[in-house]
């Protein structure tokens, strides 16, 4: 029973194996990683200063409202690149099939292309619905600390996860690390400064 699971295991693995070098999938689900972790931490960020701006003290309400827009920005990005990669890998597999003049439904191309548009929406919901949400893990010890603590906390946490995906970022790119790193955490800085800006606007 276990060598024919390890078999199951190793022919599915050799199969990703193939759909990846058809599709280019790892480099694809490296740029949503890191675009939609970059989208949920800017989004939560700004969600987190406007409550800070209105002086929000409630932690249950920042846990629910960060929740809800935890699920609304990991459903956009599942349904939004689905669509998207769908349309383009739909158009590739016609433009090959134009080109070669055969017929390539329930090919292993096909099969590659269609696995490539299922794991991207699903990485890309993911990842911003995830990263959106580790920076109001502070806000659940609201019981225990300050709120303009688990605010700073907050805060700090959000920089710090951008100054990773920058990190990240410069890896793939071969660019200075730590440069790579301060670009993406000036971007939070930007955001909240901006965010903090509308107290006396209005």
Same mark, same amino acid.
């Given at each position: 029973?276990?060598?024919?699971? +390890?078999? +199951? ?7 990703? +194996? ?12 490296? %740029? ?18 406007? @409550? ?7 932690? &249950? ?23 998207? !990669?769908?349309?383009? %890998? +739909? &158009?590739?597999? !016609? ?22 548009? %299922?794991?991207?929406?699903?990485? @890309? ?9 580790? #920076?109001?893990? #502070? ?6 600390? #300050? ?35 301060? &670009? ?19």
């Amino acid at each position: 029973m276990l060598s024919i699971f +390890k078999q +199951k295991f190793f022919d599915w693995q050799n199969k990703i +194996k193939n759909y990846n070098k058809i599709a280019n999938i790892s480099s694809n689900l490296r %740029r949503y990683f890191a675009t939609s972790g970059f989208d949920g931490i800017i989004t939560i960020l700004g969600v987190l200063a406007g @409550n800070y701006v209105v002086k929000v003290s409630d932690f &249950k309400h920042i846990i629910v409202v960060s929740f809800a827009m935890s699920i609304s920005v990991g459903v956009s990005g599942v349904w939004g690149v689905y669509f998207f !990669e769908s349309a383009e %890998r +739909k &158009k590739e597999i !016609e433009d090959l099939e134009n080109s070669t003049l055969y017929n390539l439904d329930h090919t292993v191309i096909y099969y590659a292309l269609r696995y490539a548009t %299922r794991i991207s929406a699903l990485v @890309n919901g993911f990842s911003a619905a995830v990263t959106a949400l580790i #920076p109001v893990i #502070p806000f659940f010890f609201g019981k225990y600390l #300050p709120m303009n603590i688990c605010y700073i906390l907050a805060f700090a946490i959000s920089l710090l996860l951008l100054f990773a995906i920058g990190l990240f970022l410069g890896k793939i790119s071969r660019a200075r690390l730590v440069l790579s790193g301060i &670009k993406m955490l000036l971007a939070g800085v930007f955001c909240v400064i901006l965010s903090l800006v509308l107290d006396f606007v209005f």
